[in-house]
């Protein structure tokens, strides 16, 4: 059993390390994702935040803004997840090579990290641009963390859903919806707490278990959609 | 025959449609250790789709494919990571060099980390070129890498020999012929080249 756990952790960190590799040599993903989350945040700033007109209820709006601004970053990029694959026809190496449960929990965990990458740029630049004042960091810290781990699942999920389609983007969009509306309603109302100093734990248990739930679905669905 | 073996292979009535086109009809073989299964037949008979189908790549409409090794029956899933597998469509990340796919795929498939080098020389494919900028020969060498990292003991290829030269094509025959002693092999579109060990011979034209 601990030799199972061994070998699968292996290859998830393999495909890991590999998608940093070639992330780092092309720099697709974020260039894509953060050239969009710059521009937005400047077309932002000028039209509500601390450049241009102040909203008069930053505590509502701004929080929403910031969750629309990562799902649209998050939305340029991580549906290549696996449409690179298919696209490239590296994809039958991979699926001749990886245990479907290790290559999801392995393009996961990048999609994860360049969701955290992302959010490590954006949100201090919102949160000065847009002057937004947090009272409770911790609450916003862990929105931002199983927020952004719920985007990366429910997208990297959607993306696999896709890969092999037509349409792909078209249909990430759509089938992105159902999946990430429970989230960034969570998201978002966690984050309000946040600006609010609010501890939100009711939320809070919810995302959590919005994460657990997409993780457990991805991992049951996932040898389905990417091997016939 | 299956528990004797180190390794049996055998499908029984295949049928794969494409929309309304039937590319395979009741298609049926076997093979064993030391045995190549040579597919022939007309362009568009089916060659690849067969393959496909045997390396658990396309699922047949109907029909049934065995595998064994060593008396043991695997699942379509654990063959599909048992077998090697060489074919035209087959690609690597062109961001990587040669050396690094292998070894990514060999940390994937638990090969000792000499395994991929030890290919790369057999082949005489220079392993710091990057993926795009390998020549289509070169892509062909990296397949065969490929497909006996793992050591498997099943290999299925599809135009094996297209673009080689004749070092390639000598190294690459070598390859199989090792491989032959204690696995087998189903090889679809071989060219002109003289294949050894061919025991069974599956036309898709009939």
Known sequence: MSQDISIWTTE??????????????????????????????VVMSISLGHLGIASTEPTTVLPVLLWILLLFA????????????????????????????????????????VVLALEII??????????????????????????????????????????????????????????LLPLLVLAIEIT????????????????????GSVTIAGLLLFPAVWNP | MALQSPVSLSFQGLYRNFGRLAVLRDISGSVSAGEILLVTGANGSGKSTLLKCLAGLLAPDLGSIKYWEVGQEFTTAERRLRLGYAAPDLSFYDELTAEENLDFFARMRRCPTQRPRELLD?????????????????????????????????????????????????????????HLANGAAVVANPGALDLPYVTRHLNLDN
Not at chain 1, 84 to 111: D, H, M, N, V, W
Not at chain 1, 193 to 207: H, K, M, N, T
Request: hydrophobic letters at 50%; aromatic letters at 8%.
């Open chain 1, 12 to 41: 998830a960190l393999a495909v890991f390390a590999k998608e940093w590799r070639c992330e780092l040599r092309t720099g697709y993903a974020l260039n894509t994702l953060g050239l969009f989350a710059i521009t937005t945040l």
């Open chain 1, 74 to 113: 998050v939305s340029a990029g991580l549906p290549r997840a696996f449409v690179f694959e298919e696209e490239s026809q590296t994809a039958i190496a991979l699926r001749l090579s990886a245990r479907p449960s290790s290559l999801f929990c392995g393009k996961l965990a990048y999609s994860f990290s």
């Open chain 2, 122 to 178: 057999r082949v005489d494919l220079p392993g710091g070129r990057m993926g795009h900028a390998l020549s289509s020969g070169m892509r062909q060498r990296l397949r065969w890498c490929w497909a006996l990292l793992h050591r498997p003991r099943l290999l299925l290829l599809d135009e094996p020999f297209q673009n080689l030269d004749e070092p390639g094509c000598r190294a690459a025959t070598q390859l199989l012929e090792e």
């Open chain 1, 192 to 211: 309000r707490s946040a600006v609010a100093g609010d501890p939100a734990p009711i939320a809070s248990r919810q995302l959590l278990l919005y994460d």
């Open chain 1, 122 to 179: 954006v949100t201090p630049l919102f949160l000065t641009l847009m002057h937004l004042k947090i009272e409770t960091m911790p609450v916003l810290l862990f929105a931002l963390v199983a927020g952004g781990y719920g985007l990366a699942a429910g997208g990297t999920l959607v993306a696999a859903i896709i890969a092999q389609a037509r349409s792909s983007t078209t249909l990430f969009s759509v089938l992105a919806l159902p999946v």
